[in-house]
C-alpha cells in the first residue's frame, strides 16, 4: 500500500497504515445546545466556515466558550470518511491544500459521487482541511485571534482558554472534550509533529514552538504528569501596537513617550510582571517606538518579540540558557542600535550588561513584581560587579498588572520605577500620581539627546502618540514619518 506523500510540516493527521482503521475513521464535529446551556450570553460572534461561538455564563456560574461547528448528517459524516479512506490510501501526492482540493475532487470523480461532494462541497472542505492541515477539534481556538492560551489539565476535563476580551473570569470552559487518553496523546502527537519535534513514552516532555511561533509545552502522563497535558500560548500574528494599547488603557501615553526617548537615547529598560500579563506584548510595542531603521536584535526560544517590515530586525534563537547566551554573543557582534533580549533566565543577562557597556541600547523582560524583587534575581544571575553596573544602568522598570476594574480584569501598567543614586523611585502609579515630567531618566535621554527642554519634547511625543490611530501599520507609517525615513 502506498502511503499519503504529506510533505508540508503543517499537516497534522498522521498517515495510517491499517486501512481499516481509515475505514473506521469519524469526523468529531462541535455542537451546543446554547439556549438550555446558557443562563447569560456575554458575546457571540463567527469565525467563518459557519463556525460560530458563544461566550457565556452557564446556570452553575460558570464562564464557558461554546463552539458550534457546521453539523454533519450521518450520510455526510460518511461521505468524508470515503473521501478521506480513497485519498489516504491512493497514490496521490498532497503537499498544499490546493493538492488536497485536487485530490477531494478526484477521488469523487473516481468514486462516481461527484454530485454528492458538490452538493455539500464547503462544508465537506472545511472538515477536511481541519483535519488535514489544521488542528482538528481545536482549529476554532486557533482561529480565534481573542485566545490567548489553550490549556489541557487532564484527559477527563473539558479544554479551557483564556480570552483577551474576558479576563475577568480567568478561563473559560469549552465544549472540547476528550473520550480517552489515547485520544489526547494522538492529539499531542499531531502538535508535536506540526513543531518538528518529537515526544515519546522515552521523552514524555516536550517545549517547542508551533508553525505560528505559538508556544507548545505538552507532556504525555506518567512519570511528569498525572494525565496527558497540553499548554498552548498563541501570539498575535500582527504585534499589538502602541496606540492600541494606549485606547484600551493598557499604559499612559506619558509613559509610552518616556521611553520612546529612552529607546532613542539607547538607555536600558525592563518590562516586569507576573505571567500572563502582557509584558512581551507591551516590550514589543515599545520597541516599535523607535527609528526604522535602526538594528533591532532580539534572542528569544521562539518568535514572540517580532517587527514585521522593518529592514534590520534579526531575530536569534536559542531555547537553553546556554544557547540564548551564545547567541547574545553573537547579536553583541552585529554592533545592534538595540539588544533586546525576550525573557531574561540566567547567564544571557550577562550580555546585557555587556550591551550596557558599550552603548547599545537594550530592553528585557523579567518575572519581577517591584525592584526588589528584580534586584534579588538579578542578583543571584551575576557576580556582585556585574550586578551593580546592570542596576545602576537601568533606566527605568515598568511593571504591567492584570488588576480589576469594577466586574472587568484587564491588563494595565501599574507603576514606573525609576534607578537613582539612592536607590528606585516610583514616578507613576496607575489613579495616584504621574511625576514623568520630572523624573531624572528623562533628564538623562534628553541630556544623552542634547534637548534642551525635556518636558517640551516628552510633551511633542505625547501629542503625536495621541494622533497616531490604532494599527500596527499605521504606527510604523508614523515613524517613519516622525524620523524621515
Avoid at 3 to 27: D, E, F, G, H
Avoid at 29 to 53: H, I, M, P, R, W
Avoid at 330 to 343: C, F, M, N, Q, S
Avoid at 354 to 377: D, I, K, L, N, Q
Wanted: charged share 25%.
Amino acid at each position: 500500500m502506498r502511503l499519503l506523500k504529506l510533505i508540508s510540516r503543517r499537516q497534522i493527521a498522521p498517515l495510517r497504515k491499517n486501512r481499516r482503521v481509515l475505514q473506521k475513521r469519524s469526523v468529531k464535529f462541535l455542537s451546543a445546545d446554547t439556549q438550555s446551556l446558557c443562563l447569560e450570553v456575554l458575546k457571540s460572534y463567527s469565525l467563518g466556515d459557519g463556525v460560530n461561538v458563544t461566550v457565556c455564563i452557564d446556570k452553575h456560574g460558570v464562564a464557558r466558550y461554546l463552539v458550534n461547528e457546521p453539523p454533519l448528517s450521518s450520510s455526510e459524516q460518511s461521505l468524508i470518511s470515503t473521501l478521506l479512506d480513497y485519498i489516504y490510501t491512493s497514490s496521490m501526492t498532497i503537499e498544499n491544500e490546493d493538492d488536497l482540493k485536487d485530490s477531494l475532487m478526484k477521488a469523487a470523480s473516481d468514486l462516481g459521487i461527484e454530485q454528492e461532494l458538490v452538493n455539500v462541497f464547503d462544508k465537506v472542505w472545511y472538515y477536511v482541511r481541519r483535519d488535514s492541515f489544521g488542528y482538528g477539534v481545536l482549529d476554532p481556538l486557533f482561529r480565534d485571534s481573542d485566545i490567548e492560551d489553550i490549556e489541557l489539565s487532564h484527559w477527563s476535563t473539558p479544554v479551557t482558554v483564556v480570552h483577551r476580551r474576558f479576563l475577568a473570569y480567568e478561563s473559560l470552559v469549552t465544549n472540547i472534550r476528550f473520550s480517552s487518553e489515547e485520544e489526547v496523546k494522538a492529539i499531542i502527537e499531531r502538535l508535536a509533529l506540526r513543531t518538528g519535534r518529537a515526544i515519546s513514552l522515552a521523552n514524555p516532555e516536550l517545549h517547542a514552538a508551533l508553525p505560528e511561533g505559538y508556544r507548545l509545552a505538552a507532556t504525555l502522563g506518567e512519570p511528569v504528569s498525572s494525565s496527558p497535558t497540553f499548554d498552548i500560548r498563541k501570539f498575535p500574528r500582527v504585534p499589538i501596537d502602541i496606540a492600541t494599547l494606549m485606547r484600551e488603557h493598557v499604559i499612559d501615553p506619558s509613559i509610552a513617550a518616556l521611553i520612546w526617548l529612552v529607546n532613542d537615547a539607547k538607555m536600558f529598560y525592563c518590562v516586569i510582571g507576573g505571567s500572563g500579563t502582557g509584558k512581551t506584548t507591551l516590550l514589543n510595542a515599545l520597541l516599535q517606538l523607535s527609528n526604522p531603521l535602526w538594528k533591532i536584535v532580539v534572542v528569544q526560544d521562539i518568535p514572540e518579540v517580532k517587527l514585521p517590515g522593518r529592514p534590520r530586525f534579526i531575530q536569534l534563537f536559542g531555547e537553553s540558557t546556554q544557547e540564548q547566551f551564545r547567541r547574545c554573543v553573537t547579536a553583541l557582534r552585529y554592533r545592534p542600535d538595540i539588544l533586546v533580549v525576550g525573557e531574561v533566565r540566567g547567564r544571557e543577562i550577562r550580555a546585557l550588561v555587556r550591551a550596557v557597556a558599550s552603548g547599545s541600547g537594550s530592553a528585557s523582560t523579567f518575572h519581577a513584581s517591584t525592584p526588589s524583587e528584580y534586584e534579588m534575581a538579578v542578583r543571584n544571575i551575576l557576580p556582585r560587579d556585574l550586578y551593580i553596573m546592570l542596576t545602576l544602568n537601568t533606566a527605568v522598570l515598568i511593571h504591567v498588572a492584570r488588576v480589576r476594574i469594577g466586574s472587568a480584569v484587564e491588563r494595565r501598567v501599574v507603576a514606573v520605577y525609576e534607578r537613582r543614586s539612592n536607590g528606585w523611585t516610583t514616578i507613576y502609579r496607575v489613579n495616584e500620581f504621574d511625576s514623568i515630567r520630572n523624573c531624572e531618566s528623562l533628564k538623562r535621554a534628553a541630556s544623552r539627546l542634547r534637548i534642551e527642554d525635556p518636558v517640551s519634547e516628552l510633551e511633542r511625543r505625547i501629542d503625536y502618540l495621541n494622533r497616531i490611530a490604532p494599527g500596527y501599520e499605521n504606527v510604523e507609517r508614523h515613524m517613519r514619518k516622525f524620523y524621515g525615513v
